[in-house]
């Protein structure tokens, strides 16, 4: 932490967020868009395929 090694992939990581339209933390991506449906496993499994 003292030595802030992986600041900038930190960084990168929050702007990639922003970017993806993330308001604050627990979002989920899934293919390389964002789930906003309920967290069962039959809807996620439906999303993943989908």
Known sequence: MT???H???VAQNIQGGIQSGVSN???LF???FRYR???D???LLAAILD
Request: glycine residues 6%.
């Open 3 to 5: 030595s802030h090694i």
């Open 7 to 9: 600041a900038e992939r």
């Open 25 to 27: 933390t627990l979002a």
């Open 30 to 32: 899934i293919n390389g």
């Open 37 to 39: 449906d309920a967290w």
């Open 41 to 43: 496993t039959e809807r």
